[in-house]
């Protein structure tokens, strides 16, 4: 089960939440991992599961290993399995679903492919989740216009496949090859943001299932408007609590004539860090800037047989024509020497630079095989580039302290970056020291002006401290939204902040 840490502190949490008013700011280490436990599960209705049977047929599954299956993500949460499972295949069957779900207070919980690191997925009070992958199909593709229609189930490297014919790509890449619904609802970014953006710049329009069991379309196809409330943008990130993603329509981009990757090892990973800097406010259109920390390359390494030189590494990407590709890296490369940059190979072959992505996309298996049995309580924390190399030096030297295994890795050109903390899950010591580590970086972002995360979303980690960095106006508001939109609290209750 879920480990405790800081009873006092978190008993008087819960105990303030129990009687319906606010923690103060400060009081929320580790809110939702105690109040887990306390959340009741919601009974599923015998007549609730009868109508599922009788409309969804062999679609609707109480299989012991398919709810399992349902109930599980990449966060280190243990959480009772869904009720049952729905795989939709059309907008009417999410219409129907939830329709069903609304009338007898039953919650819906999406689900993509499972690769949330936050708890978003977890039917922490009971009920249905809905399986979008089964809506798989790229309905438009706009060409002229440079934007596409999906439905939500559609993978990010599916989407590329279909496209390349075209001469075009979609280039937030988040690592993992997550549906499109899934990085809409927790705003998704990656590798690509520093030059591209995040997926609340990229999402046009979309198709949602509302609480009541509506069908809505939010924006167009157009790449701007002023028509009221920016209902596309309250969707985007809402992480299932608002209604169900069906459908999105996303600017596209053409294929660069050019592409070339570069790999330079530091030695220190400010010296990697402060690079970046420079790069970045020199105003270098880099496209991609990933960070490695010692430990993260030497994982890799086990992992793809790369031969790395094991040395904190910055992992680059050029976009543009041939000249301005080549302009780009010759920058980077008197830029990153004149730091202590060392090795700068290039990679310019398709081949070269996916076998060079691939491992960084793996770096967070391949460093839990480097302690097997662990589970991975990762962080996320983003902060304004000036202040990067302050943020993750006094994060190394807390986790060298810690004792506790743990790798770098990040989207540093936009100030982004994860700490993978490999704990036992037997161990609820460890459990605890990670969590206060993850406590430690999220207060040192918020004091340097950044966010507690930059891409995973709120889920059930860090609800706490949505409340430090919007303060307690800022959550009523949301709730409030939350509260108009969905006043039966089916929409994936339980996540983002207490109902």
């Known amino acids: 089960m879920l480990a405790d840490s800081g009873p006092q502190q978190s008993g008087f949490l819960v105990s303030r939440m129990a009687h319906g008013s606010e923690p103060s700011r400060g009081d929320t280490m580790n809110a939702p991992i105690d109040l887990l436990p306390r959340i009741a599960r919601r009974p599923m209705p015998a007549a609730m599961l009868a109508?599922?049977?009788?409309?969804?047929?062999?679609?609707?599954?109480?299989?012991?290993?398919?709810?399992?299956?349902?109930?599980?993500?990449?966060?280190?949460?243990?959480?009772?399995?869904?009720?049952?499972?729905?795989?939709?295949?059309?907008?009417?069957?999410?219409?129907?679903?939830?329709?069903?779900?609304?009338?007898h207070g039953v919650p819906v919980i999406p689900f993509g492919i499972g690769s949330s690191l936050e708890g978003h997925l977890l039917a922490v009070q009971g009920g249905v989740s809905?399986?979008?992958?089964?809506?798989?199909?790229?309905?438009?593709?706009?060409?002229?216009?440079?934007?596409?229609?999906v439905q939500a189930g559609v993978t990010r490297k599916q989407l590329n496949?279909?496209?390349?014919?075209?001469?075009?790509?979609?280039?937030?890449?988040?690592?993992?090859?997550?549906?499109?619904?899934?990085m809409c609802a927790t705003r998704a970014s990656g590798t690509n943001a520093v030059r591209y953006g995040t997926?609340?710049?990229?999402?046009?329009?979309?198709?949602?299932?509302?609480?009541?069991?509506?069908?809505?379309?939010?924006?167009?196809?157009?790449?701007?408007?002023?028509a009221g409330y920016d209902l596309t943008r309250l969707f985007v990130g809402s992480e299932g609590t608002?209604?169900?993603?069906?459908?999105?329509?996303?600017?596209?981009?053409p294929l660069p004539e050019a592409v070339s990757a570069a790999v330079c090892h530091f030695p220190t990973i400010d010296a990697a860090v402060r690079s970046t800097i420079q790069v970045i406010q020199m105003g270098v259109p880099i496209a991609r800037c990933e960070l490695l920390d010692v430990h993260a390359?030497?994982?890799?390494?086990?992992h793809d047989h790369l031969g790395l030189r094991e040395a904190p590494m910055l992992l680059m990407e050029f976009h543009g024509s041939p000249a301005g590709v080549q302009e780009q890296a010759e920058t980077v490369q008197a830029l990153t020497t004149d730091l202590g940059g060392e090795d700068f190979q290039w990679a310019t072959t398709p081949e070269e630079r996916t076998r060079l992505w691939t491992a960084r996309h793996h770096a967070y298996f391949s460093a839990l095989q480097t302690r097997p049995g662990c589970r991975a309580v990762t962080t996320d924390t983003c902060v304004p580039i000036s202040r990067l190399a302050e943020c993750i030096n006094e994060t190394v030297a807390e986790a060298d302290a810690s004792?506790?295994?743990?790798?770098?890795?990040?989207?540093?050109?936009?100030?982004?970056?994860?700490?993978?903390?490999?704990?036992?899950?037997?161990?609820?010591?460890?459990?605890?020291?990670?969590?206060?580590?993850?406590?430690?970086l999220v207060a040192r972002a918020l004091r340097l002006e950044g966010t507690c995360t930059g891409e995973h979303g709120i889920g059930l980690h860090k609800?706490?401290?949505?409340?430090?960095?919007?303060?307690?106006?800022?959550?009523?508001?949301?709730?409030?939204?939350?509260?108009?939109?969905?006043?039966?609290?089916?929409?994936?209750?339980?996540k983002i902040f207490t109902w």
């Open 242 to 253: 608002l209604g169900v993603i069906t459908e999105i329509t996303l600017k596209l981009y």
């Open 161 to 182: 496949e279909a496209l390349r014919h075209d001469g075009l790509f979609f280039p937030i890449d988040p690592g993992a090859d997550a549906t499109l619904g899934g």
């Open 297 to 302: 390359v030497r994982a890799v390494n086990a």
């Open 463 to 494: 609800m706490g401290f949505l409340l430090d960095e919007a303060g307690a106006g800022g959550v009523a508001l949301m709730r409030q939204i939350k509260h108009a939109l969905d006043p039966g609290n089916i929409m994936n209750p339980g």
């Open 130 to 149: 809905v399986d979008l992958s089964r809506m798989n199909q790229v309905l438009r593709v706009n060409a002229e216009d440079l934007t596409v229609t």
């Open 51 to 103: 109508a599922l049977k009788a409309h969804f047929g062999e679609r609707c599954s109480t299989a012991q290993a398919i709810r399992e299956q349902h109930g599980r993500d990449e966060s280190p949460f243990d959480v009772p399995a869904p009720d049952a499972v729905v795989f939709a295949t059309s907008n009417d069957d999410v219409v129907a679903l939830v329709a069903l779900a609304q009338s």
């Open 199 to 226: 997926m609340r710049e990229n999402v046009l329009g979309l198709t949602v299932v509302t609480a009541n069991g509506e069908l809505i379309h939010t924006g167009s196809r157009a790449r701007k408007s002023s």
């Open 403 to 440: 004792g506790i295994p743990y790798f770098i890795v990040g989207h540093v050109g936009d100030g982004n970056f994860h700490v993978g903390y490999l704990i036992d899950p037997t161990a609820p010591g460890e459990r605890a020291e990670a969590e206060r580590l993850n406590q430690l």
